[in-house]
């Protein structure tokens, strides 16, 4: 964004930037913080096309929204500067690209400022802002399924992997390949929906709550990643109860879907942050940023195992010495690692590919997600 003087007059508008207010012959226009940063932006930028990536950047940080709600900031900025998207005065569309001020702007020096008023207390900012409430709820729909889609994906990958393994192992010479693929890729597509869906319901009702801070998308994710974790091994526990009479305790559960969700999340953040340091001005990509949610995944896939807890591959190890005759043998892979038993390390590998697919999949499917949406 351009440094400049801090007002700007275009017609019967004037634009103090210092202050914060837009003035219409004298009169206040209100405009929420992000839509006047937007505007700011704009006209900053005037003549030049504004990415959508470049609001994303400069206006909501961040935070992570949805293509409507850059929709609904535009469409908010025209109606309270009296333009139209069919015969744009000012904010000229191009479509699929962005945006652009398209009116004249003056420069303002300060002796030609009108003194400005007491600015609105209002500074509430909203962290899924789609400018009303029911397009918000609609984008945080959208939103969840996403991420659950995003999840899913990565649990038929490492369904893949792990039904790979089992089926060339041999113990399990007397059943079906085709069998036992379809077996894992279930159990693991299922657990990679539940968890996506807890990480993204979570970050979609932090957005909901309309907080700014970084840290409630973290601590929304979290959340939500603990509570589906905690319900689905509470779930599986008593299912195992009820058909084996005996509870699976230690597989995974609330405490891995907390760290992973944490995680993921934090790891696009940081990403973000080292982007704008070695690149400041440039957009983040959504490969600068899946690269970021897959590193965070990793780390947590890594940490889990090291805290006493397990994510898909320590829970089938457990499954497999919990019941005799279990065909699941994972020995295989402990050997790739140096290890005559399913030990530590061969857990903390897995942990981190595990973790490492679910953010990579997870992140890449919000990104989707915000570009299908426009």
Same mark, same amino acid.
């Given at each position: 964004?351009?440094?400049?003087?801090?007002t700007?007059?275009f017609?019967?508008?004037?634009?103090?930037?210092?202050?914060?207010?837009l003035?219409?012959a004298?009169?206040?226009?209100?405009?929420?913080?992000?839509?006047?940063?937007?505007?700011?932006?704009?006209?900053?930028?005037r003549?030049?096309?504004?990415?959508?990536d470049?609001?994303?950047?400069?206006?909501?940080?961040?935070?992570?929204?949805s293509?409507?709600?850059?929709?609904?900031?535009?469409?908010?900025?025209?109606?309270?500067?009296?333009?139209?998207?069919?015969?744009?005065?000012?904010?000229?569309t191009?479509?699929?690209y962005g945006?652009?001020?398209?009116?004249p702007?003056?420069?303002m020096?300060?002796?030609?400022?009108?003194p400005?008023?007491?600015?609105?207390?209002?500074?509430?900012?909203?962290?899924?802002d789609?400018?009303?409430?029911?397009?918000?709820?609609?984008?945080?729909?959208?939103?969840?399924?996403?991420?659950?889609?995003?999840?899913g994906?990565?649990?038929?990958?490492?369904?893949?992997?792990?039904?790979s393994?089992?089926?060339?192992?041999?113990?399990?010479a007397?059943?079906?390949?085709a069998?036992?693929?379809?077996?894992?890729l279930?159990?693991?597509?299922?657990?990679g929906l539940?968890?996506?869906l807890?990480?993204?319901?979570?970050?979609?009702?932090?957005?909901?709550?309309?907080?700014?801070?970084?840290?409630?998308?973290?601590?929304?994710?979290?959340?939500?990643?603990?509570?589906?974790?905690?319900?689905?091994?509470?779930?599986?526990?008593?299912?195992?109860?009820?058909?084996?009479?005996?509870?699976?305790?230690?597989?995974? =559960?609330?405490? !891995? @879907?907390?760290?992973?969700g &944490?995680?993921? /999340?934090?790891?696009?953040?940081?990403? +973000? %942050? #080292? *982007?704008?340091?070695?690149?400041p001005?440039?957009?983040?990509?959504?490969?600068?940023?899946?690269?970021?949610?897959?590193?965070?995944?990793?780390?947590?896939?890594?940490?889990i195992?090291l805290?006493?807890?397990?994510?898909?591959?320590?829970?089938?190890?457990?499954?497999a010495?919990?019941?005799e005759?279990?065909?699941?043998?994972?020995?295989?892979?402990?050997?790739?690692?140096?290890?005559?038993?399913?030990?530590?390390?061969?857990?903390?590998?897995? =942990?981190?590919? !595990? @973790?490492l697919?679910?953010? &990579?999949?997870? /992140?890449?499917a919000?990104?989707?997600? +915000? %570009? #299908? *949406?426009?």
């Amino acid at each position: 964004m351009a440094s400049e003087a801090t007002t700007y007059r275009f017609d019967d508008f004037q634009l103090d930037v210092e202050n914060r207010q837009l003035m219409r012959a004298g009169s206040r226009v209100e405009l929420v913080g992000r839509y006047f940063d937007a505007l700011v932006l704009l006209i900053q930028e005037r003549g030049k096309l504004v990415a959508k990536d470049s609001f994303f950047e400069h206006v909501w940080g961040e935070v992570i929204v949805s293509d409507s709600a850059l929709t609904q900031c535009i469409k908010d900025i025209r109606r309270q500067l009296g333009d139209s998207a069919s015969n744009p005065r000012y904010i000229e569309t191009v479509p699929g690209y962005g945006y652009r001020f398209i009116g004249p702007v003056e420069v303002m020096s300060r002796g030609e400022q009108v003194p400005p008023e007491t600015e609105d207390a209002n500074t509430t900012v909203v962290s899924w802002d789609s400018g009303t409430e029911s397009s918000a709820v609609l984008d945080a729909a959208w939103w969840t399924a996403a991420g659950t889609a995003g999840g899913g994906c990565a649990g038929l990958v490492g369904g893949l992997l792990y039904g790979s393994v089992l089926a060339s192992s041999p113990q399990a010479a007397g059943l079906g390949t085709a069998s036992i693929m379809m077996v894992l890729l279930s159990a693991s597509a299922t657990v990679g929906l539940l968890g996506g869906l807890g990480v993204s319901a979570g970050m979609a009702v932090s957005g909901l709550i309309r907080r700014r801070r970084p840290s409630w998308s973290v601590l929304g994710a979290s959340v939500g990643g603990l509570t589906v974790g905690g319900l689905t091994k509470l779930l599986g526990l008593d299912a195992f109860t009820l058909f084996f009479g005996r509870a699976l305790v230690g597989i995974t =559960g609330a405490l !891995e @879907g907390a760290v992973l969700g &944490a995680l993921v /999340v934090s790891g696009v953040l940081v990403a +973000r %942050r #080292l *982007r704008r340091t070695v690149s400041p001005g440039v957009p983040s990509s959504i490969r600068s940023t899946v690269t970021g949610g897959a590193v965070g995944g990793a780390a947590a896939g890594m940490l889990i195992p090291l805290g006493g807890g397990r994510l898909l591959g320590g829970s089938l190890e457990l499954l497999a010495q919990s019941f005799e005759g279990s065909q699941i043998r994972l020995d295989s892979l402990s050997q790739l690692f140096g290890e005559g038993s399913f030990g530590l390390v061969t857990q903390m590998v897995l =942990g981190g590919t !595990e @973790g490492l697919l679910f953010g &990579a999949f997870l /992140v890449g499917a919000l990104g989707l997600s +915000r %570009r #299908l *949406r426009a």
